[in-house]
């Protein structure tokens, strides 16, 4: 069996086209794992000529299947060769990701594909309703960032509340300031690493927050708490 596949996604490196970034984040997670499978992933930056590339080399190679993860609108003009025609013998795979509130965003491409897969009921629904073959799957967690082996009684853990929501303006008019403030008038201290890194940590970084952590708190951009 051939077992040659292909992702696209957004890499952290720009300048590449061919992408092997070591940092952890889904379509990464997800290329290692199927590596430990036996399987020959190529990766490309959808940000620098991907579509293209990708759908070039499938000529020779043909890859079993290509997967594209990409959450929100798509502006690059190679995107047309997203496309059933480059990939007559491939399956499409597209990650429809678990807001509810990017749905409209996504579908212009993800609708492109043989299958979408997300872990939002509603948008499964919703595309399946717009003609669109797609299946529901679980989150998925790497579990070299999300473990428990450090094994920390929660009452000895570092931090009391810990969050890596940053206040936005959307977020604050949602909520948010008020939800820390009420924290910090009850005298409930919150860490956020993310307050002096532009709002990003890695993905082990945020894995160890959490086992180091009480409480985790999230405060999406939709007004969702978590």
């Not at 201290?189 to 082990?204: F, L, M």
Request: hydrophobic content about 35%; glycine content about 6%.
């Amino acid at each position: 069996m051939n077992k040659k596949c292909a992702i696209i996604y957004s890499s952290l490196t720009p300048s590449s086209i061919i992408c092997d970034d070591t940092d952890l984040n889904v379509p990464t997670s997800i290329r290692d794992a199927l590596v430990s499978l036996g399987w020959d992933v190529t990766s490309y930056n959808l940000k620098n000529g991907g579509f293209k590339s990708c759908a070039e080399n499938n000529k020779e190679t043909k890859y079993q299947f290509v997967m594209l993860f990409h959450a929100g609108t798509i502006d690059v003009p190679d995107l047309k060769f997203w496309n059933k025609h480059y990939y007559p013998d491939t399956v499409m795979l597209a990650e429809g990701g678990d807001e509810w509130q990017c749905f409209n965003y996504n579908f212009p491409h993800n609708r492109l594909a043989d299958c979408v897969i997300s872990p939002d009921c509603d948008a499964v629904n919703a595309y399946k309703q717009n003609g669109v073959n797609a299946e529901w799957m679980t989150h998925w967690a790497d579990e070299r960032v999300y473990h428990n082996s450090t094994n920390i009684p929660i009452l000895e853990r570092k931090f009391d509340f810990v969050t890596t929501a940053v206040h936005t303006q959307v977020r604050d008019a949602r909520g948010y300031r008020r939800i820390l403030d009420i924290l910090s008038s009850a005298g409930i201290k919150i860490y956020n690493p993310t307050v002096e890194r532009a709002g990003y940590i890695s993905q082990q970084e945020n894995g160890d927050l959490y086992r180091n952590a009480k409480f985790v708190f999230q405060f999406s951009s939709q007004g969702e708490i978590t």
